[in-house]
């Protein structure tokens, strides 16, 4: 068979070619046409952080491109319909100190609408269920003062470390020596707070607490100011969401780049000399000055490199796996919850579903509810059948609102730790030693690669606004080299 000079069989390059178009209405097909075009910057991955770069380094008058291997933009946010409306089946909320979230949100046009948190909500741990309104857990008396005090040392700990550079803090080797579960059997003495936890660090992270390096832990909560900040509703992360979807932004971003943005490409290669980098695609390989390489670390491996990549970068991807997801989404006649005197969030340590919310919005006709298998529950279920998923969602959701729980008008639902492409969720998650030993490879260039990503945020790491962040941080920092 007769090949190219990029090893594609001529009959291949003619399909990719004659299929560029119909990848995606501004997927670029003149791009797929043109092996090695040149721009001034690569940028790998249509999530917020590449498109973020993206638009940043077109407004200081640089070229891009923009690949992605998906089919669409995003990155780990994803629209859906459910019930006739659009929604999110990945990222969703916003918190007020998601300033950059929120300004992009401005830019575009997308508004924000309030989570619903009216009514009670219900806790089951450790073998005592209660009601609680508000956002302070409904623990009994002296659960609560235990978790409390808790809290305010972990918040503690957490403000003496700069994110995303843990490494640095003075108690880093003894913090990174230890899990998240670790720590709690040696300073929590009460099950209930305990479990409290474990059910929160699952709920953030989507792994287990004893997966978790507790110097990760620290970190995250002050990249987000705090625990609370991370678990609240009103004025937390998840505080708000937006009407017709946090996608649409991304959606917009990417129709404004127009044919910088080419899908269906999954980067494959980046070989780099003294005069640029080259990378290379099943859609052919752009030559450029700079290459910006936003997909998270375990994936980012997968791209082979040259030179190869020094051993502490390399080290550090094969140490960063993202957590276990599935997002449920479910539509009823009506929001029967609330009649119930609830607010929809349910915190339970008896189901492999959970924890679930309200979704509803000024858009909803009826009501809706939003949940997730996270950490171990992720892994037991990412691999049955949806109609077993869905079965054990329904049940979960009878225990505690009753019959009309089973019987929705619609359900959706993404497995992320199946999706080729992304293989996980919400965030990269390193386990004990991994950011004292590997950490400072997380951010620096490697020759002229240069890495984004919501890990690499300075603020919000986990988060679209820490995607966000990152994306114009690493613009700012290529932008002069060029």
Not at 206 to 222: H, M, N, P, V
């Amino acid at each position: 068979m007769e090949s190219t000079q990029n090893g594609v069989s001529r009959r291949e390059a003619m399909a990719i070619a004659a299929s560029g178009v119909a990848v995606a209405g501004f997927a670029g097909g003149a791009s797929a046409k043109e092996p090695g075009r040149r721009t001034d910057v690569v940028i790998v991955g249509a999530g917020f952080a590449g498109l973020t770069a993206a638009r940043e380094l077109r407004r200081a008058g640089r070229s891009v491109v923009v690949l992605e291997a998906d089919d669409r933009v995003g990155g780990r946010t994803k629209a859906a319909t459910l019930a006739g409306e659009t929604i999110d089946i990945g990222g969703q909320w916003v918190g007020p100190t998601q300033t950059h979230l929120l300004a992009l949100a401005k830019d575009y046009g997308v508004r924000v609408v309030p989570q619903y948190a009216d009514g009670e909500n219900i806790i089951d741990i450790a073998g005592r269920m209660a009601r609680y309104r508000g956002e302070t857990p409904g623990l009994a008396d002296e659960d609560l003062a235990e978790f409390g005090a808790a809290v305010a040392a972990l918040d503690g700990m957490a403000s003496r470390i700069a994110a995303p550079r843990a490494w640095l803090a003075d108690e880093a080797a003894a913090w990174d020596a230890q899990t998240v579960e670790s720590w709690l059997l040696l300073n929590v003495k009460g099950e209930p707070s305990r479990a409290l936890f474990r059910a929160l660090a699952r709920g953030v992270f989507s792994c287990d607490a004893g997966e978790i390096s507790f110097l990760y832990f620290l970190s995250y909560l002050a990249s987000a100011g705090g625990l609370e900040a991370l678990i609240a509703t009103r004025g937390g992360a998840q505080d708000s969401l937006f009407a017709g979807s946090v996608w649409q932004i991304a959606s917009k971003m990417a129709a404004e780049l127009g044919d910088a943005v080419v899908l269906g490409a999954p980067v494959s290669r980046i070989e780099q000399d003294d005069a640029g980098v080259t990378v290379v695609t099943g859609r052919g390989s752009w030559r450029a000055t700079r290459v910006i390489v936003t997909a998270p670390p375990a994936l980012a491996s997968r791209i082979a490199y040259a030179p190869p990549l020094p051993a502490r970068r390399d080290g550090l991807t094969q140490r960063m796996p993202l957590g276990c997801v599935i997002k449920v989404a479910l539509a009823y006649d009506r929001a029967f919850w609330r009649e119930m005197g609830l607010s929809g969030l349910v915190i339970s340590d008896k189901t492999e579903f959970g924890p679930w919310f309200d979704r509803g919005t000024p858009l909803t006709k009826g009501g809706a509810l939003v949940g997730f298998f996270d950490g171990a529950p992720a892994q037991r279920w990412a691999d049955r059948t949806p109609a077993e998923r869905r079965t054990r969602v329904l049940e979960d959701l009878a225990r505690y609102f009753g019959e009309a729980a089973r019987h929705p008008v619609d359900y959706v639902e993404e497995v992320w730790t199946l999706s080729p492409y992304h293989r996980g969720g919400y965030v990269s998650v390193p386990g004990p030693g991994v950011l004292t030993g590997f950490g400072s490879a997380l951010l620096e260039p490697v020759g002229r690669i240069h890495w984004a990503g919501t890990e690499t945020a300075d603020a919000w790491v986990g988060y679209i606004d820490g995607a966000i962040r990152s994306g114009e941080r690493v613009a700012s920092e290529v932008a002069p080299l060029l």
